[in-house]
């Protein structure tokens, strides 16, 4: 069964950086098929997607957030991060690492669905 | 971006209901729609990908339909267990959008 853990800081001053990190276990990032991924979720707000990466160091984000976030993962130690900078109080929320399914269309390997869910991290912004 | 619109907000049934939810895409998704329920202070959990394919161990009483732009998650027999937030996602789009979520309540 695989397993997925947030931890981070949970506080966050504006114009800082969120910086979360989901641990992995049950699966390896490494030899894995899958990509690994963050959504965060604002109080009393829908999901909303925020990027996504690869073992192999490939990442993809959410266009609205594309300028501020990094998504990258470390396979020795089986885990993947996020980084969000220049945070503003609408940047509250609590972040979700989810291990993310794929599919194959016409143009190859597409990212898809989210199948496992970590707990989820609140992260505050503020003074 | 690919805007999700899910309808109703929220309803209210009662235990044995049959209780439908709509997506809709602002443009065609194929079938490329997942599911998710989310319990309230609990992450998302899928219950269906690819637009009608249940995830493992997920009870049969829900299922999904549709294709294109307009897509429906039905639950067969509202159980109290099945309160909570439920949410379209597509990834059709390389900009993985969701819905704004259907509260449930009994």
């Known amino acids: ?50 990027g996504s990466a690869f073992h192999d160091g490939t990442s993809f984000y959410n266009p609205s957030l594309d300028s501020r976030s990094t998504v990258s993962a470390d396979t020795s130690k089986n885990q993947f991060f996020l980084r969000l900078y220049l945070a503003t109080a609408a940047d509250t929320a609590v ?18 669905w989210f199948d496992t869910w970590g707990q989820g991290a609140l992260v505050t912004v503020s003074s | 971006d690919i805007e999700m619109i899910q309808s109703p907000s929220s309803l209210s049934a ?4 049959r209780v439908i939810i709509t997506c809709r895409a602002s443009q065609s998704i194929g079938n490329w729609l997942a599911w998710y329920q989310q319990k309230p202070g ?23 339909s549709g294709s294109g732009t307009e897509f429906t998650l039905t ?5 109290p267990d099945d309160i909570g937030t439920y949410s379209c996602q597509q990834y059709q789009d390389s900009g993985l959008t969701f819905g704004g979520g259907t509260k449930v309540e009994i």
Do not use: H, M
């Open chain 1, 1 to 50: 069964q695989v397993f997925l853990q947030e931890s981070g800081p949970g506080l966050v001053k504006p114009s800082g950086t969120v910086s979360l990190t989901c641990s992995v276990s049950g699966d390896s990032i490494r030899g894995s098929s899958y990509y690994w991924g963050w959504i965060r979720q604002s109080p009393g707000k829908g999901l909303e997607w925020i």
């Open chain 2, 42 to 64: 609990k992450a998302p959990k899928l219950l269906i990908y690819k637009a009608s394919s249940l995830e493992n161990g997920v009870p049969s009483r829900f299922s999904g």
């Open chain 2, 75 to 79: 639950i067969s027999g509202l159980r």
């Open chain 2, 14 to 17: 009662s235990v044995g209901d």
């Open chain 1, 95 to 112: 972040y979700y690492c989810a291990r993310q399914g794929y599919y194959y269309d016409g143009s190859g390997k597409k990212r898809g």
